[in-house]
């Protein structure tokens, strides 16, 4: 487990939050299709919070893209780097997040957020802000639709509707299990729409929530139980 400091000249409130997404809005690339579903690896980075200890635990769980079988895995635990604002939860996670990534032992292919990615507010959530600094493809796929709108997608595994800021397609809402409330897909970086659905479906062959989350959001919470118990 690697333990993580607030990084220097981290930003410390609202405006200068919101200046360094402004900044790097504008590096997100997306004209690439990204890597084929079901090839490579695949990884997936939850987090977990204890605010009263100011304690956030990372993970990032490698995840063979064919057999998803678990290829590595890492672990980080750090302070809070910033308060709870709707709309910049990245700047409490990245720190941890990327330490995360870097303890891994091997190339993590494709990333996979529990959050989003264009489906944000101003266009740059937790996805699109590790792909600009990483320069991996990123992918968000969020339980809920923020404060976005959509029509329920048709009842069969696959079905999409598309998640709207207005006129504007922000993301999907993809039908992951039938009769089960769909997930809610967006592009962070390097990947196309389409094929972030395509990614998604190819990581729920049983749950409605990609492998990816549901075992990065087990090992995080390990982590944070681990770092909050030491005598």
Known sequence: MTTVDIPAGWPADEEEARAVQDE?????????????????????????????????????????????????EATAVGRISFPYVPGLLAFREIPTVLAALEALPCPPGLIVCDGYGLAHPRRFG???????LTGLPTIGVAKNPFTFTYDDPDAPRGSTSPLLAGTEEVGRALRTRRGVKPVFVSVGHRVSLDNACAHTLALTPQFRLPETTRRADALCRRALQEATTRP
């Open 24 to 72: 790097l809005r504008a590096e997100v690339v997306l004209d690439e299709p990204g890597p084929p579903p079901g090839t490579g690896r695949v990884t997936g980075v939850d987090v977990a919070y204890d605010d009263e200890r100011d304690v956030v635990a990372a993970a990032a769980v490698v995840l063979d893209a064919g057999s998803l079988d678990v290829v590595a």
């Open 126 to 132: 937790l996805a699109s802000h590790l792909g600009v």
